[in-house]
């Protein structure tokens, strides 16, 4: 038998709907709350902008413009050789903790497990609104946080955006939001080559 809902915040919310129709109606007043409400939706939309334009390549030049993504890619041209299964796997430092992350041009954004996150130290964004994301498996929700750095041989990149899920597994993905800062990127036969904007010194 289902649970039948709680009586009290049902007719609460009527009441408030009830009031807040009523309230329209009065000169003036009803004018001033519709103008409220638009701004809360304007202010909503900007929000879901602000928090969503740094996750998406196809969104990058409003983060630009706006100056809300802070990631600077640079370093050396980085040349990957392809993997027996035929994909591109680079050996990362995310925090200082060591990495292989799978390349995937078809990735909107860069995707690491939980795990990966726990041991780099990474904090979830504030993020009011939650990412619904759609892989081969399906619908998949995640968190947002960001990568302070990740350095990919002499190649840096700072202040990345990232998602973070138990759902992607042990798998760890860069993707377009980190390939598309980079000067440029190609595959000639079976390498993958990566050229950044400027030259970083290589850590040991």
Do not use: C, Y
């Not at 009065?26 to 409220?36: D, M, N, T």
């Not at 879901?48 to 990058?60: N, W």
Request: glycine letters at 6%; aromatic letters at 4%.
């Amino acid at each position: 038998m289902p649970a039948s809902l709680p009586l009290v915040p049902i007719v609460v919310a009527a009441g408030a709907v009830l009031l807040l129709a009523l309230l329209t109606r009065v000169p003036f007043l009803g004018a001033a709350i519709r103008v409220a409400i638009s701004l809360a939706l304007v202010a909503l939309v900007v929000l879901m902008v602000t928090e969503r334009a740094p996750l998406s390549p196809f969104l990058g030049s409003v983060a630009d413009t706006l100056h809300l993504d802070e990631q600077e890619v640079a370093g050396k041209e980085v040349r990957i050789r392809m993997a027996p299964n035929g994909h591109f796997f680079a050996t990362v430092t995310m925090n200082g903790v060591r990495r292989r992350m799978l390349v995937d041009s078809g990735a909107t954004v860069t995707a690491i497990s939980t795990e990966t996150a726990a041991e780099a130290g990474l904090k979830p964004d504030l993020d009011p609104v939650p990412v619904v994301l759609q892989t081969a498996n399906g619908t998949v929700a995640a968190k947002t946080s960001t990568v302070p750095e990740l350095r990919l041989g002499a190649i840096v990149a700072r202040n990345l955006k990232v998602v973070v899920s138990p759902a992607f597994g042990d798998m760890d993905v860069i993707g377009m939001n980190f390939l598309s800062k980079l000067a440029s990127w190609r595959v000639e036969g079976k390498t993958l080559i990566l050229v950044p904007h400027h030259p970083q010194p290589v850590k040991a």
